[in-house]
């Protein structure tokens, strides 16, 4: 089924497939491509991500997978009943890497330095980090609207209990966030019209986002479907948001935080509302919306018993996530004396 569909839309005759988690590599007449489900943006967002990686390819960015137009001229086609992009990744592939640098933030450096120029259509983005506290607060709102639905029902579930116990502490943190940011914009009104450290992103980077497909190109592999417009601090703060999730102690995790902080700003230097930017989204619980917003929206049940253990988890470990903040915020001391940070964020050791 999926062969036919490749090769009625593309005219790619499948000669071997792989998979990247959720990608399929598809090797064809030697060339390789890689077929990913686009999700649900609108169609005015993907064309958006194609520009840039037109953008990006044109400025010399390596390793941007070109999306390859179908026989009707879209880069969207129904492939086993969603709507997926194929990209060309065969020159990626047919070269050796030449970037030696391996560090992940000299290399997010120069990916944002490369993306600075790129003008996006605000019309499309719905503007960028000044828009944050906005989304913020209606998400916080439509969680909260679901917080007092969830406190009448008399049937409750492991993973409602959960969310019972956790979104009073997360609504506080979620409110602190929100006021950070307000200072920011009123302390820097210009900032917003000037567009500064506005950059391509990616909608969640993290240490698998750039595809490793095979021993030669080891996390090279950019996809313009995780392309985004917003400050660079998004890409940061998601990138120091994966480190504290992964398996280890808290100070093997806070030392990698440092060094890829460190290495990021050998290339791209941060400054005082830069630090005030990377703080106010660490302190906004996105992984916790997420979290929970997957949880009600799953009818899975083994799926949600995973979602439970993965509430109970992020919840437990809150103080541990309120340790790694003030550590990061440490790493910026003189950017500290002209920005106040939350009395929980300044005050406990």
Request: aromatic share 14%.
């Amino acid at each position: 089924m999926l062969e036919r569909q490749l090769y009625e839309n593309y005219r790619i005759s499948v000669d071997q497939m792989s998979f990247i988690g959720e990608d399929v590599v598809i090797n064809a007449g030697g060339k390789s491509y890689l077929l990913r489900n686009s999700g649900h943006l609108p169609p005015k967002k993907i064309e958006e991500q194609m520009l840039m990686a037109e953008y990006l390819i044109y400025n010399g960015e390596p390793h941007i997978a070109r999306p390859v137009l179908s026989q009707r001229e879209s880069y969207i086609s129904v492939i086993d009943g969603d709507s997926a992009i194929i990209y060309d990744i065969t020159n990626d592939l047919s070269q050796e890497s030449f970037q030696t640098d391996q560090s992940a933030g000299r290399k997010l450096a120069r990916f944002h330095l490369k993306g600075e120029a790129f003008e996006a259509s605000h019309s499309v983005w719905n503007g960028t980090w000044y828009a944050w506290q906005d989304r913020w607060i209606k998400r916080l709102d439509q969680l909260e609207n679901w917080y007092v639905k969830k406190q009448k029902d008399p049937y409750k579930t492991p993973g409602d209990e959960w969310f019972l116990l956790s979104f009073p502490y997360f609504l506080g943190v979620t409110e602190n966030a929100v006021q950070m940011m307000n200072t920011i914009q009123t302390n820097n009104p210009f900032l917003i019209r000037e567009g500064k450290g506005n950059t391509i992103c990616h909608q969640r980077f993290h240490e698998g986002c750039w595809l490793t497909v095979d021993e030669r190109h080891v996390g090279a592999v950019k996809v313009p479907s995780d392309f985004t417009y917003d400050h660079f601090t998004r890409d940061t703060t998601e990138y120091i948001r994966h480190l504290t999730a992964e398996p280890g102690s808290f100070n093997k995790k806070t030392k990698r935080i440092e060094r890829f902080l460190h290495r990021y700003q050998t290339i791209k230097p941060f400054d005082g509302v830069d630090f005030q930017l990377l703080i106010a989204r660490l302190a906004f619980p996105v992984h916790y919306f997420e979290l929970v917003e997957e949880y009600y929206r799953t009818v899975d049940d083994e799926r949600k018993a995973v979602l439970e253990e993965d509430l109970s988890l992020l919840f437990t470990g809150a103080e541990e996530y309120e340790h790694t903040i003030r550590f990061v915020a440490s790493l910026f001391p003189d950017s500290k004396n002209i920005f106040a940070l939350p009395e929980w964020l300044s005050n406990k050791k």
